[in-house]
């Protein structure tokens, strides 16, 4: 008896990437790619509308138009179509980023850098209820709770208060008394210790640890 095939939807905005990725997955007999989606709202009415059995899903759609991120699409997807696992498909390996997607109900994350291979397996893994992490993406986590992140310093938890109110660095540096080469000195080390990329991922990460109040 033959098993159906995996009905797979890809969401990402740019259209090579949905083509590579289909020409990819149809390559695989137990895997068929039934829809595609340009943005995360996309994603999930057309996951509401065809009950897919997995989504690979962008991290970051790039359109300004206020639209949704992936990870707010995971969320909505858990309550519209709880039947629907997704992997969550991206360039970004940045353990903050890993862990706002599984919490937001994703089973999966893969790099785009990544072997095909690796891509295959998440999918599998994912579609059959566990979690399907790619090896730089585990070895990230485990080294996280093997290793605790540093705590930040008062001096950089000021630096995280006043680039959660929007402050750029020459402000912040007046505010503190301090040159802007120090305050880009405090945001390098803030970025790495909180494991995050850009001035709103370091408010986020800090807000989710409990390190920052907002409101």
Same mark, same amino acid.
């Given at each position: 008896?033959?098993?159906?095939?995996?009905?797979?939807?890809?969401?990402?905005?740019?259209?090579? @990437?949905?083509?590579?990725?289909?020409?990819?997955?149809?390559?695989?007999?137990?895997?068929?790619?039934?829809?595609?989606?340009?943005?995360?709202?996309?994603?999930?009415?057309?996951?509401?509308?065809?009950?897919?059995?997995?989504?690979?899903?962008?991290?970051?759609?790039?359109?300004?138009?206020?639209?949704?991120? #992936?990870?707010?699409?995971?969320?909505?997807?858990?309550?519209?179509?709880?039947?629907?696992?997704?992997?969550?498909?991206?360039?970004?390996? #940045?353990?903050?980023?890993? @862990?706002?997607?599984?919490?937001?109900?994703?089973? #999966?994350? @893969?790099?785009?850098?990544?072997? =095909?291979?690796?891509?295959?397996?998440?999918?599998?893994?994912?579609?059959?209820?566990?979690?399907?992490?790619?090896?730089?993406?585990?070895? #990230?986590?485990?080294?996280?709770?093997?290793? =605790?992140? =540093?705590?930040?310093?008062?001096?950089?938890?000021?630096?995280?208060?006043?680039?959660?109110?929007?402050?750029?660095?020459?402000?912040?540096?007046?505010?503190?008394?301090?040159?802007?080469?120090?305050?880009?000195?405090?945001?390098?080390?803030?970025?790495?210790?909180?494991?995050?990329?850009?001035?709103?991922?370091?408010?986020?990460?800090?807000?989710?640890?409990?390190?920052?109040?907002?409101?």
């Amino acid at each position: 008896m033959t098993t159906a095939p995996l009905r797979l939807l890809i969401a990402d905005d740019h259209a090579v @990437v949905r083509a590579g990725l289909r020409a990819l997955l149809d390559g695989e007999p137990d895997l068929e790619v039934v829809a595609e989606a340009g943005s995360g709202e996309e994603a999930v009415r057309l996951a509401a509308e065809l009950a897919p059995g997995l989504v690979l899903m962008d991290l970051r759609f790039a359109g300004a138009d206020g639209g949704i991120d #992936g990870v707010e699409a995971v969320r909505r997807l858990t309550a519209e179509a709880p039947g629907t696992a997704v992997v969550m498909l991206t360039s970004y390996s #940045g353990r903050a980023d890993v @862990v706002r997607a599984l919490e937001a109900g994703a089973r #999966g994350y @893969v790099l785009k850098a990544g072997p =095909p291979e690796e891509l295959f397996l998440a999918v599998r893994e994912a579609a059959a209820g566990r979690i399907g992490l790619a090896s730089e993406v585990v070895g #990230g986590l485990v080294g996280h709770v093997v290793s =605790p992140p =540093p705590e930040l310093s008062e001096r950089e938890r000021e630096v995280v208060r006043l680039l959660a109110d929007g402050h750029r660095n020459r402000a912040i540096a007046e505010a503190l008394y301090l040159s802007e080469a120090t305050v880009k000195t405090h945001l390098v080390r803030i970025y790495r210790k909180l494991g995050a990329e850009n001035r709103a991922a370091a408010v986020s990460e800090a807000v989710r640890r409990g390190l920052l109040e907002l409101g």
